[in-house]
Nanobody, 124 residues
Framework: QVQLVESGGGLVQAGGSLRLSCVAS????????VGWFRQAAGKEREFVAA????????HYADSMKGRFTISRDNAKNTVYLRLNSLKPEDTAVYYC????WGTGVPDQRSYDYWGQGTQVTVSP
């Protein structure tokens, strides 16, 4: 079992930055991959970024490369998502997820546990 709790969302102006955090508990954090996804109102949930348990081999959605950065601190059981140069279209609920058996892939069907999400709202 894995529990995931996101935080760090909020209201920010376009061009601003946020850092989202996701604290994990349960199974040893350093043994599984983690990912971030987001879901805007009325849209499907989409992949944002993912990282292997080693802290290497990160993957990003093409539209977010260069603006978003995923990182993890296994000693703190925490994965981060740094959001830079935010745009109104980045407004969404952001979720972290645990991929216990894989390497952290864009397919959300690979993920076994999900957090409750944190809202990010970007104003024009």
């Amino acid at each position: 079992q894995v529990q995931l709790v996101e935080s760090g969302g909020g209201l920010v102006q376009a061009g601003g930055s946020l850092r989202l955090s996701c604290v994990a508990s349960g199974r040893a954090f350093s043994t599984y991959a983690v990912g971030w996804f987001r879901q805007a109102a009325g849209k499907e949930r989409e992949f944002v970024a993912a990282m292997m348990w080693t802290g290497h081999n990160s993957h990003y959605a093409d539209s977010m490369k260069g603006r978003f950065t995923i990182s993890r601190d296994n000693a703190k059981n925490t994965v981060y998502l740094r959001l830079n140069s935010l745009k109104p279209e980045d407004t969404a609920v952001y979720y972290c997820a645990a991929d216990l058996w894989g390497t952290g892939v864009p397919d959300q069907r690979s993920y076994d546990y999900w957090g409750q999400g944190t809202q990010v709202t970007v104003s024009p």
